[in-house]
């Protein structure tokens, strides 16, 4: 049995999460519910970053970082590879992730800073990592018309970005302006994998 630690609101962890659906390997995962915020030793164990995603193999291996975790899965089965094959697909789909996550990278980091008390909040640094949000945003607004109903790392990675920024930033309102990529975003959300990982609060 593999062991995942997870935070449920992570948009990095739900696209493990995903790949664990889409890849028929989910039963093959403990799930460990683990607080960033107050990690235990074994935790740093696991992860000396401190950080979720994490993945013990069935081996025993430690492995970190999505697109590692979500790679290593994807060489577990048998099925349609979520990776593609060396060429170009494979570029496109692995861009499409960086991409993807580098959205989620600046959506969270605008999201911690808007937690601060507001007197020791920087508006510069929020603009400054909101602005990358937008430009991503712009970018994959570009190519959305292409994206069709295909399920690559790509996908996946995009689908969970957007995710995040409409359960942790709907302020942002990205949809704004964004038909093609709204379009596309509502269509891959009903896919079950999507459907059964939508990020909440813990109750």
Known sequence: MMKLRYSPTSPYVRKVSVVAIETGLEARIERVPTDIRAPTPDFHRDNPLGKVPTLVTEGGETLYDSPVICEYLDSLHDGLPLFPPPGGPRWTALRRQALADGIA????????????????????????QTEKVGRGLDALEEEAAGLGAACTIGHIAIGCALGFLDFRLPELDWRQGRIELSRWADGFSRRPSMAATVPRDPA
Request: charged share 40%.
């Open 105 to 128: 990278d600046a959506g969270v980091l605008v999201r911690m800073e808007m937690l601060r008390d507001e007197a020791e909040r920087s508006r510069t640094w929020i603009a400054r």
